[in-house]
């Protein structure tokens, strides 16, 4: 069964620095995808960015970059110049690719809070 | 285009209860999953449906069943409610549910049980 795993409950960051979310993940499978979602207070759930694990080119979506290290099955989140709105619960979730159900596996989330 | 839309927004039952929560997928999107989150976890799969086929299930008991509808609109149902039922019951559509697809998520119907 694949994990996910979020070693950082909570960070807290002043407006416009930068911050990385860290993310490690366990399977042994060797196709498979992986995302950063965001959860804003009022709570619905919105994509970040998404990696493709047979893509070697970390994925970027304007200020959000992931560093993507599949041998040490690591996948750190990085935002640039934040900002009020990043305030949010951030969660990283695992995808196989395979036949059958296709469902997320979501680590526990990182609460990040952007203080102005 | 609206967004996958979900309802009721808030529910409170009480155990031994029997709950529909209903979920709309954006439009031309096929797959519906459904997630719980309890308060301070992340999602945990609870089923995934495609063309109004089951695709698979995560661990949770009978007392939980869903269908899909030929609109693809999705029912969650839940009987005998628990109080460790309590949760954010979320819905996500896909296009085809195909691997790697990314799913979209509703707002949500935020479940409590007395």
């Known amino acids: 069964a694949q994990t996910v795993t979020q070693s ?54 304007n200020r959000f970059s992931v560093n993507f290290q599949k041998a040490a099955k690591s996948f750190s989140l990085k935002i640039s110049d934040s900002q ?18 296709q469902k997320l596996v979501f680590g526990q989330g990182t609460r990040l809070t952007i203080n102005p | 285009d609206a967004g996958v839309t979900q309802s009721p927004t808030h529910l409170i039952k ?7 929560l209903r979920c709309s997928p954006i439009s031309g999107h096929k797959s519906v999953s459904w997630y719980q989150q309890v308060l301070g976890q992340g999602p945990q799969f609870i089923f995934q ?30 009987n005998a409610l628990l109080l460790g039922d309590s949760a954010l019951y979320l819905c996500a559509s896909s296009l085809d549910g195909r691997g790697g697809e990314t799913q979209y998520f509703g707002p949500g119907t935020r479940l409590l049980v007395l």
Request: hydrophobic share 30%; charged share 25%; with cysteine.
């Open chain 1, 8 to 61: 950082q409950p909570e960070m807290s960051v002043q407006e416009a620095e930068t911050v990385t979310l860290s993310c490690t993940y366990d399977t042994s499978e060797s196709n498979y995808y992986l995302f950063w979602y965001k959860q804003p207070p009022s709570r619905q759930m919105i994509l970040v960015i998404r990696q493709e694990a047979y893509k070697q080119q970390n994925a970027t979506e």
């Open chain 1, 84 to 101: 009020l709105g990043d305030t949010a619960m951030y969660f990283c979730a695992f995808m196989k690719r395979s036949e059958g159900a």
């Open chain 2, 14 to 20: 009480t155990r031994g209860q029997h709950v529909t």
């Open chain 2, 49 to 78: 449906y495609y063309e109004k086929e089951e695709r698979g299930r995560g661990n949770f008991p009978d007392r939980f069943s869903a269908r899909q509808f030929p609109n693809y609109s999705s029912e969650l149902n839940v």
